[in-house]
């Protein structure tokens, strides 16, 4: 267990809490079969979650929004995971076409998904309409979060 632990939580039926890591409560899972995009991987609990399937063995996908930002991650977690088998892809949530292409070309070129984190969101950003001429956090964390859900298989 972590040595920092949330003073209100207590563990549940399996044992863990809100201070456990992904790493515990993954030990001992084989993942190497498994298919994974997790958004917004090139940040914070994404970044974490994606470096966690990848050192189970899942192959992870990584949408980013430019290349660029998802190969330094990938770069990063390759250094951290060594055999990690990692994919970027270029894709902004807030744009329903870019969603739309990203799982068209996710569809055509890698087997079955098999887990979706939709973990990227944008919060209390000042009112902005995106691309579509959508809210910006409501298009970014809501309509394309749907959309990856509906479009990958
Ligand atoms: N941390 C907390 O305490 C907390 C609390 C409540 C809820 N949450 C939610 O938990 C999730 C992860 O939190 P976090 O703290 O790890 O967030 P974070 O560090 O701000 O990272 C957000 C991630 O979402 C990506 N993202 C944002 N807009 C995007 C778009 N239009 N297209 C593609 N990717 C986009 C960012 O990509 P870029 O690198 O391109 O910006 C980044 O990878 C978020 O949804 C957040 O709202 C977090």
Same mark, same amino acid.
Not at 4 to 22: I, N
Not at 68 to 97: C, I, R, T, W, Y
Not at 127 to 134: A, E, H, N, P, R
């Given at each position: 267990?972590?040595?920092?632990?949330?003073?209100?939580?207590?563990?549940?039926?399996?044992?863990?809490?809100?201070?456990?890591?992904?790493?515990?409560?993954?030990?001992?899972?084989?993942?190497?079969?498994?298919?994974?995009?997790?958004?917004?991987?090139?940040?914070?609990?994404?970044?974490?979650?994606?470096?966690?399937?990848?050192?189970?063995?899942?192959?992870?996908?990584?949408?980013?929004?430019?290349?660029? $930002?998802? *190969?330094?991650?990938?770069? =990063?977690? @390759?250094?951290?995971?060594?055999? &990690?088998?990692? %994919?970027?892809?270029?894709?902004?949530? $807030?744009? *329903?076409?870019?969603?739309? =292409?990203? @799982?068209?070309?996710?569809?055509? &070129?890698?087997? %079955?998904?098999?887990?979706?984190?939709?973990?990227?969101?944008?919060?209390?950003?000042?009112?902005?309409?995106?691309?579509?001429?959508?809210?910006?956090?409501?298009?970014?964390?809501?309509?394309?979060?749907?959309?990856?859900?509906?479009?990958?298989?």
């Amino acid at each position: 267990m972590g040595l920092w632990r949330w003073p209100w939580t207590r563990p549940g039926p399996s044992g863990f809490d809100g201070g456990s890591t992904a790493e515990e409560v993954t030990a001992g899972v084989d993942a190497s079969h498994l298919t994974a995009i997790v958004t917004g991987a090139t940040n914070g609990i994404g970044k974490e979650t994606a470096r966690v399937l990848a050192l189970r063995g899942a192959k992870v996908i990584i949408p980013a929004r430019t290349l660029e $930002s998802g *190969l330094k991650v990938k770069e =990063s977690l @390759a250094d951290q995971v060594p055999e &990690s088998k990692l %994919h970027v892809m270029e894709m902004d949530l $807030s744009s *329903l076409s870019s969603v739309r =292409s990203f @799982a068209e070309s996710f569809n055509s &070129s890698h087997e %079955h998904l098999n887990i979706l984190i939709n973990n990227a969101g944008i919060m209390a950003c000042p009112f902005q309409l995106s691309k579509d001429g959508i809210e910006l956090q409501f298009a970014t964390n809501h309509l394309g979060e749907y959309d990856i859900d509906h479009s990958c298989q």
